[in-house]
């Protein structure tokens, strides 16, 4: 990136709000029932308009320096502040029973009804669209204000208790509504294509695109072709069931814990570009001679971009889950030193993540070979393996003085990301590039793939082989999220020095040091963290196609490689001093 931040230029939110929470507690010999309501109301006065100045995109640094853009994109309006109203409102019932003095359950139900007042502006020339018509969408629409409820149930069953050892169980399951984020309706109230307008030229849908610092004059699609945000009236906000087991035992002061938690996605984030039409044309990523079902994907038609550059639903899916098993170990002896060890295996999975509070960013990032229809996989948040274990030694001396010295370890899966076609090329022609994830040919059908010259196509038959991920997708299109940067260590240490006010006081002045990453301080190769720019990597490049009378195109490919790299910042150690007062 080069010059001004085109998301920062214009950004600005001021947020009101009001909390009314109460609650009325009955007590009973064995009963404690709360009944109560919570209540957010949220006025918000937000300014976002990315792209206010212009923003040019340039395949290669040649183009950048023969000033030859691949696409301009612009966005203005006369009045870019959104005013948005809307609230959250919560009642709920609980009972907690303390059935003896081994036995406890809670149980109860929540009921909450998010609401927005008011609606978007309408775009009447839209909202008589064909598209409109065809989906039933009109940009002055909210979602129907509908009821979420979340039952839940926990218990705690001490199974023994002796002097020496302890056996409790407890476990619990329910339905979870988080904290509604509305910002995603706000975008609605921006984009609706009179509020904010704009203009997207592109030359490879045969537009002319301005040269740096001139404004385009009469060229195809100046007349506004705005981004449009919609959501859906059936729209319901994010809900999980979630079921938790776990087991804990103590034994002569070691306290051993086993816990399993299963989580399932009732309504989840689903993004739909409505500017990509399946009109049957496919994209071969072979040839068509070898075509199938495995190896070919949806090739959309844009033609819908002149007019609006994108349009984005706003819907659910029910798709999406996760598990966890974890295990851990502690002990606290008397003589100051406490010990703790956990390992968690994880896996995660979704369609969509929502990486972004802008829809075109949660849908352009959220890489498929299928930009419309993508498949449960790996979510980004997937963290397969993690490793903690710590360590901290604290001693109380001279009346007034005490130590602590702690060391802190975490190991842990590297983030996940995905391989797509490169961003010279729209592979899939749904106006976004970079994001349709690569093909991971069979050895026959990487002998029948057009490669610029054999020594592209042997690269990239040794790429697939030394990639794990790659070699175990043979004959499919890759999944998202399919790769992992390298696992990383890390150690932190903390020591704070405590002076009392007085000998039997727990009153005091602590100054404490943190040195975060503090293997990396006893060798720089200790404390690695790695990342992919945007959640992936681009090993594969279209540099042409071959069309076919029907429309379908088959790629001719240039492997240019790719590799995660080592964040620097986050590699290295960090220290910090500090000084607090405790009373």
């Given amino acids: 990136n080069i010059g001004t931040d085109p998301f920062a230029i214009m950004n600005d939110l001021v947020q009101n709000t009001i909390t009314l929470t109460d609650n009325f507690s009955y007590y009973a010999p064995s009963h404690t029932i709360t009944i109560g309501t919570h209540n957010e109301i949220f006025n918000s006065s937000c300014l976002y308009m990315a792209n206010a100045l212009g923003a040019y995109t340039y395949n290669t640094l040649n183009d950048f320096l023969t000033d030859n853009a691949r696409k301009y994109v612009r966005n203005y ?15 709920y019932i609980q009972d907690e029973w303390s059935a003896s003095p081994r036995f406890s359950m809670t149980y109860g139900l929540r009921a909450d009804i998010p609401v927005v007042f008011g609606n978007p502006p309408a775009n009447e020339a839209f909202n008589a669209s064909e598209v409109a018509q065809k989906y039933g969408i009109r940009t002055n629409q909210v979602p129907t204000p509908a009821l979420l409820l ?22 619990g399951v329910g339905v979870f509504s988080g904290r509604i984020p509305f910002v995603w309706i706000s ?49 319901r906000y994010p809900q999980v069931a979630r079921a938790t087991l776990a087991l804990e035992q103590e034994y002569k002061g070691w306290h051993f814990v086993v816990e399993g938690i299963f989580s399932k996605s009732i309504n989840d984030l689903l993004l739909t570009n409505l500017t990509a039409q399946d009109r049957g044309a496919k994209l071969y990523a072979v040839n068509s001679a070898l075509s199938n079902a495995q190896n070919s994907t949806t090739l959309y038609d844009t033609s819908l971009a002149k007019s609006y550059s994108s349009i984005y639903l706003l819907s659910n899916t029910s798709k999406g889950y996760g598990y966890s098993v974890s295990a851990s170990v502690s002990k606290h002896f008397r003589f100051g030193l406490d010990l703790y060890a956990a390992y968690t295996f994880a896996h995660s999975y979704s369609v969509m993540d929502g990486v972004s509070a802008q829809a075109a960013n ?4 959220n890489y498929s070979a299928d930009s419309n229809a993508p498949q449960l996989s790996y979510s980004l948040f997937d963290v397969p393996h993690k490793v903690t274990a710590s360590l901290s030694y604290s001693k109380r001396y001279a009346k007034i003085l005490g130590t602590t010295i702690s060391l802190l370890y975490q190991g842990y899966s590297g983030m996940r990301y995905s391989l797509t076609y490169a961003s010279t090329a729209d592979a899939n022609n749904d ?66 020095q405590d002076v009392y006010f007085s000998p039997n006081s727990s009153r005091k002045v602590q100054i404490s040091l943190d040195i975060i990453n503090f293997g990396s301080l006893l060798s720089k190769s200790w ?16 540099y042409d196609y071959a069309t076919d009378a029907e429309g379908n195109r088959t790629p001719k490919y240039r492997f240019v490689g790719g590799s995660v790299s080592r964040n620097d910042l986050l590699s290295r150690w960090r220290m910090q001093v500090g000084v607090r007062v405790v009373f």
């Fill in 77 to 91: 309006s006369d009045n870019p502040y959104t005013n948005i109203t809307s609230a959250q409102f919560g009642v």
């Fill in 150 to 171: 979340s039952p839940r149930i926990g218990l705690r069953w001490r199974i023994a208790k002796s002097g020496e050892a302890s056996t409790l169980l407890r476990g």
């Fill in 187 to 235: 975008n609605c109230f921006s984009n609706t294509g009179v509020t904010q307008m704009g203009y997207t030229l592109d030359s490879s849908k045969g537009q002319s695109v301005p040269k740096f610092g001139e404004e385009p004059s009469g060229a195809e699609g100046v007349s506004s072709n705005p981004m449009i945000n919609i959501v859906s009236k059936d729209f």
């Fill in 362 to 365: 949660s849908w352009g990032r």
């Fill in 431 to 496: 106006s976004n590039y970079g994001n349709t994830t690569i093909y991971v040919p069979t050895a026959s059908e990487l002998q029948a793939m057009e490669f610029e010259s054999e020594a592209h196509r042997k690269a990239f038959g040794d790429y697939i082989e030394a990639t794990p991920a790659l070699r175990q997708s043979r004959g499919r299109f890759l999944g998202r999220n399919a790769l992992q940067t390298p696992f990383e260590h890390h150690l932190d240490l903390h020591i704070a």
């Fill in 527 to 542: 404390g690695a963290s790695y990342y992919t720019s945007k959640y992936r990597l681009q090993p594969l490049e279209i």
